[in-house]
Nanobody, 116 residues
């Protein structure tokens, strides 16, 4: 069973930090690039960050660049998203996604709410 499970979301004040985790199972984790997407209420899904198999290529959305850091630990089959200096507009459900055998594998998502 190919599966991704996100965790680490929650409610945080503006300027605060959260660290999201996404654990993969049922596939060879180290072979695949990993992606973080988010979807806010009433808005389209947007790519937040992506990271290649061995972390040699990393890309960020312009709106999170300098504040968020994506990383991975292949030995733990886990990808992380460190989020600093959070803003209310970062409020969304965050998903990790891997393309495995020509289909996208989604986690269940983890809710991030930034509010005072």
């Amino acid at each position: 069973q190919v599966q991704l499970v996100e965790s680490g979301g929650g409610l945080v004040q503006p300027g605060g930090s959260l660290r999201l985790s996404c654990a993969g199972s049922g596939f060879t984790f180290s072979v695949y690039a990993m992606n973080w997407y988010r979807q806010a209420p009433g808005k389209e899904r947007e790519l937040v960050a992506r990271i290649s198999s061995f972390s040699d290529t990393i890309n960020y959305s312009e709106v999170v660049k300098g504040r968020f850091t994506i990383s991975r630990d292949n030995a733990k089959n886990t990808v992380y998203l460190q989020m600093n200096s959070l803003k209310p507009e970062d409020t969304a459900v965050y998903y990790c996604i891997a393309r495995v055998r020509q289909r996208d594998i989604w986690g269940q998502g983890t809710q991030v709410a930034v509010s005072s």
